[in-house]
């Protein structure tokens, strides 16, 4: 099995091996592979297991069960091997779902019979709490000039980019790559003009004033790019940084799951700044789009999702301020009784 994913691997790295759509594999999904890819090397040698790959096509009834059984153990022991690891469900069901691409095309491109077996590899998954700065929170960042002094440079170009990004709800990817011709003026208006890296979407949308200002501060020091490189872990601990300096501290839920079941109960509580990553930029900007009661269809287009995406609505922290005016409204109009005398017959 190991001499077949390598292969798998390396065709998917080539292009030999393509998306349904036709386009090639993204790196980072190869690099997912690579990391499953060494995942099962580590299980095979701390855990004694032989991984191999049997044809199924002439296998006797008894044989057959057999080898249900083998991959039934497996799935089994691999888990556990994950969660031993201090792994949990959301991860090592992105890894499952890995391993099941990599039967399927065993299966399709390799033409060799497993019957199917790995479709019953259960793949753990568990939404997550959502965290993103409220519209005050945004602000502050935007325009407290007085809190902007305190930082440092590069705490200052984080934050400017957390800003951005929280703006177009662009992953801190496809930020990194934005140049000069991704920036277009019609009609003295100025849009960001971008094709996601992950999704190959296109998106355009219109830049506020002080998005145009945050562009402008690094107009010397970008060189091609729109903004100045800074590593992915970088810019986390910086932005925790940046959280903690402007006072988001407040203890939220911190909740993770094995085996369908919450674990670390006693350690749930975490500051909001320690929560703070590249990830809560996308996320704060489609869940404040959606608050102000934009059209889904539109923040699809501004963040490049296809209608009905998961992600997209995972994405949606619930709008719960959304949620709670809404409601608010129904509660006022229930609990103001009307004039009932006006429409009472005298009989």
């Not at 793949?123 to 305190?150: C, G, M, S, W």
Request: charged share 25%; net charge positive.
């Amino acid at each position: 099995m190991i001499s077949l994913y390598r292969q798998f691997v390396r065709e998917s790295l080539k292009g030999k091996r393509l998306q349904k759509n036709g386009s090639r594999i993204r790196k980072s999904t190869i690099r997912n592979y690579e990391n499953v890819l060494q995942l099962l090397q580590k299980f095979i040698s701390e855990e004694s297991f032989e991984l191999r790959i049997v044809t199924t096509t002439k296998l006797r009834k008894n044989e057959f069960k057999s080898e249900q059984n083998y991959w039934k153990n497996f799935y089994t022991r691999f888990t556990a091997f994950l969660f031993s690891k201090g792994a949990h469900d959301n991860y090592v069901g992105s890894i499952i779902t890995n391993i099941k691409v990599f039967f399927n095309y065993i299966e399709q491109e390799k033409n060799i019979s497993i019957s199917g077996l790995h479709k019953k590899f259960f793949v753990l998954q568990n939404e997550p709490p959502i965290y993103t700065l409220d519209e005050q929170q945004l602000q502050q960042l935007i325009y407290e000039k007085v809190f902007e002094q305190r930082l440092d440079y590069l705490q200052k170009l984080t934050k400017d980019i957390f800003v951005f990004g929280a703006t177009v709800a662009l992953r801190i990817s496809d930020l990194m790559n934005l140049k000069q011709h991704n920036i277009l003026e019609v009609n003295g208006n100025v849009y960001l003009r971008t094709s996601s890296i992950k999704t190959n979407t296109f998106s355009q949308v219109k830049l506020p004033e002080y998005a145009l200002q945050i562009i402008s501060k690094y107009h010397n020091k970008r060189g091609y790019f729109l903004f100045p490189h800074i590593y992915l872990n970088t810019f986390n601990d910086h932005l925790k940084e940046i959280g903690e300096l402007a006072g988001w501290t407040h203890l939220v839920e911190k909740q993770r799951f094995k085996r369908g079941l919450v674990a670390n109960a006693s350690n749930m509580k975490m500051r909001f700044c320690d929560l703070m990553s590249s990830h809560m930029m996308r996320k704060t900007a489609i869940t404040n789009m959606l608050v102000h009661q934009m059209d889904e269809t539109i923040v699809r287009k501004i963040s490049g999702h296809a209608p009905g995406s998961k992600e997209f609505y995972r994405y949606v922290n619930y709008a719960q301020t959304l949620i709670d005016d809404k409601t608010d409204h129904y509660f006022e109009a229930i609990s103001q009784p009307k004039n009932m005398q006006k429409n009472m017959k005298i009989v």
